[in-house]
C-alpha cells in the first residue's frame, strides 16, 4: 500500500517568510509524528498527534513552528518568520497506534535563504 | 533525560568483513529500533526488538537487545557494497511519558570492494 508522503520535496524560501509544509500518513495510521534532521543536531523529535491531538509538542523549538492535524489524518507543520538555522529535512512518521513502528516519509528539504 | 549513544560514528569497511554497531541507552525503555537510511532518502525500518535477549536477523545482518545493559547491537556478517548506508537506532520514551522516538546520531557504513 502507499507510504508516507510529503510535500513538497523540496522548499526554498527567504528569512522571515512563512512556510508550510505537508504529511499524509499511512491510512488507518492514528500516530502521526514529526521530526528534524540536520547536519548538527541528527534526528530531533518536534510533536506527536494521536489522532488530531497533540499529546507531545515538547519538540518544538520555538512559538514559530506549529502543527496541526485535521480529520486525523493530514498534518501541517508551519513555521512561521523562518530563520536561516531552520533550514533542515523536516520528517513525518506514523504509526498504527502509539507504541508502533514508525514509518517514515521521503522528508521535505527546507533551506532558508 | 533519555540519550541514546551510538559507536562508531563512522565505519569503513571490506567486503567480505564482519563488524559490530554498538547502541547505549540512558534509561529503561520498551522498545528498540533500528532504521536505515540511505543517502537523501528517508529512513527504513529494519528492526524492532521488545524484549531482553531478543534477536532478529535479516540477511547479514543480525540485531540483539541486552535491557540490563541498555545495550543493542547490530552485527554484520560478511558486509557486501549495498550495505553502505547510515545506521540509526532509536529507542522509545513512553517511559518518560512520550511515544516520541530518541534517536543515537547515526553510524555512516561504507562497504568498500
Known amino acids: 500500500g502507499a507510504g508516507v508522503s510529503q510535500s513538497p520535496s523540496n522548499k526554498v524560501t527567504e528569512k522571515g517568510k512563512d512556510v508550510e509544509l505537508r504529511c499524509d500518513p499511512i491510512?488507518?495510521?492514528?500516530?502521526l509524528y514529526w521530526y528534524r534532521q540536520s547536519l548538527g543536531q541528527g534526528l530531533e523529535f518536534l510533536i506527536y498527534?494521536?489522532?488530531?491531538?497533540?499529546?507531545?509538542k515538547s519538540g518544538l523549538p520555538s512559538d514559530r513552528f506549529s502543527a496541526e492535524r485535521t480529520g486525523g489524518s493530514v498534518s501541517t507543520l508551519t513555521i512561521q518568520r523562518t530563520q536561516q538555522e531552520d533550514s533542515a529535512v523536516y520528517l513525518c512518521?506514523?504509526?498504527?497506534?502509539?507504541?508502533?513502528?514508525?514509518?517514515f516519509g521521503p522528508g521535505t528539504r527546507l533551506t532558508v535563504l | 533525560e533519555l540519550k541514546v549513544e551510538q559507536n562508531p560514528l563512522f565505519l569503513s569497511m571490506q567486503e567480505g568483513k564482519n563488524y559490530t554497531i554498538y547502541c547505549n541507552y540512558s534509561?529503561?525503555?520498551?522498545?528498540l529500533y533500528w532504521y536505515r537510511q540511505d543517502p537523501g532518502k528517508s529512513l527504513e525500518s529494519l528492526f524492532v526488538?521488545?524484549?531482553?535477549?531478543a534477536v532478529k536477523q535479516e540477511g547479514r545482518l543480525m540485531a540483539s537487545l541486552d535491557t540490563k545493559a541498555r545495550l543493542s547491537t547490530l552485527h554484520i556478517t560478511a558486509a557486501v557494497h549495498d550495505l553502505s548506508a547510515t545506521y540509526f537506532c532509536?529507542?522509545?520514551?513512553?517511559?518518560?511519558?512520550?511515544?516520541?522516538?530518541?534517536f543515537g546520531k547515526g553510524t555512516k557504513l561504507t562497504v568498500n570492494p
Open positions: 512518521a506514523s504509526s498504527l497506534m502509539g507504541m508502533d513502528t514508525q514509518y
Open positions: 491510512s488507518g495510521h492514528t500516530a
Open positions: 498527534f494521536q489522532g488530531n491531538s497533540a499529546p507531545d
Open positions: 534509561t529503561t525503555s520498551d522498545r
Open positions: 526488538l521488545l524484549s531482553n535477549g
Open positions: 532509536a529507542v522509545d520514551g513512553f517511559r518518560g511519558g512520550s511515544e516520541k522516538l530518541v
